[in-house]
């Protein structure tokens, strides 16, 4: 059951530019006084406020997380994020520029995403939570100016989440091409269709990312993928690839690789078996492989695995 609190307002909107202001008091303060003077202070004024007035906030109520939208034409308009009394997560993506950032609340039937603004001294402690998403992929659809919220908002936000629900930010729910529903949930990654797999992140198993090409008719994509074994259990996740993060991984190739490289790094394979395969949104593969990389591995007296599986590599 939710915990009773008092309800919590996180501004949604850009922050608003304090230069009219100024400009305003000097010409209040300007000599001489005249009537010119005093309307374009009223001016400046005006535009002040205009700026700084919300477009919306992010509420916190005693149920739950609520966005609520301010519209002049069509009045306000309030959206259901999340509700403590059912099970959702919290994930935060971060662009590869590290300019703006989005948190992801997901559940078992839908994801909703909030806008933050990475700036001031907020932003470095915001990115130590985040996976790593390419720039142009959903940033600019859901990332806006006017419907996002500051980095100093956005951890303050992560903190009322966490003390109501402590568990959503080790949670991302996913919906599978074949309307699979795919939890990772804690320290237990699930498939739940009509053939279920389940991996235990707190015991050993193998995993791999990599690349493959498969070509549609005239044209070849590439597919990141995600291949995890553990015991009988064995499952492929498939998404595009995006060109930047791509072209990202090979420019570190040359140097020491950061945590988020290593598991971007782009080595080749062959496409996977169709039956091993569940495609997702491509938005969370990062944080897929992040949770499999805090899994520890088998011992090298593991049983050789299946044919169908990648080599594992160095």
């Not at 034409?73 to 403590?84: I, V, Y």
């Not at 996977?272 to 520890?296: C, K, N, Q, S, W």
């Amino acid at each position: 059951m939710a915990k009773s609190r008092a309800t919590v307002r996180f501004r949604l909107g850009p922050p608003a530019s304090r230069w009219f202001l100024w400009l305003a008091l000097s010409s209040v303060l300007a000599t001489p006084l005249s009537v010119g003077f005093v309307a374009l202070a009223v001016a400046f004024v005006a535009v002040h406020f205009a700026q700084s007035r919300a477009r919306g906030f992010v509420v916190v109520h005693g149920w739950g997380v609520a966005r609520t939208l301010v519209r002049s034409k069509h009045g306000k308009r309030e959206d259901t994020l999340a509700r403590f009394t059912e099970p959702f997560g919290i994930t935060v993506l971060a662009s590869q520029a590290k300019r703006r950032a989005l948190l992801a609340l997901t559940s078992p039937t839908r994801t909703r995403f909030i806008g933050v603004r990475l700036e001031g001294l907020a932003a470095g402690a915001l990115l130590e939570h985040a996976s790593i998403v390419a720039d142009g992929d959903a940033l600019a659809a859901h990332a806006r100016d006017e419907d996002s919220m500051s980095a100093t908002d956005a951890l303050a936000l992560l903190r009322a989440i966490r003390e109501i629900a402590p568990l959503a930010q080790r949670r991302l729910f996913m919906s599978g091409t074949r309307g699979e529903r795919i939890v990772l949930d804690g320290a237990e990654l699930r498939v739940e269709s009509q053939k279920p797999k389940s991996f235990d992140l707190d015991s050993p198993l193998e995993w791999r990312g990599y690349l493959f090409h498969e070509a549609l008719g005239p044209a070849a994509s590439i597919y990141q993928a995600t291949w995890v074994r553990q015991g009988s259990s064995e499952l492929v996740l498939v998404a595009p690839m995006p060109t930047e993060l791509l072209l990202s991984a090979k420019s570190e190739a040359t140097r020491p690789l950061a945590p988020t490289a290593k598991l971007l790094q782009p080595s080749t394979d062959e496409p996977p078996p169709p039956d091993l395969r569940t495609g997702i949104e491509r938005l969370f593969m990062l944080p897929v492989r992040e949770a499999l990389a805090r899994a520890p591995r088998p011992s090298r007296n593991a049983p050789k695995r299946h044919a169908s599986s990648p080599d594992l590599g160095a």
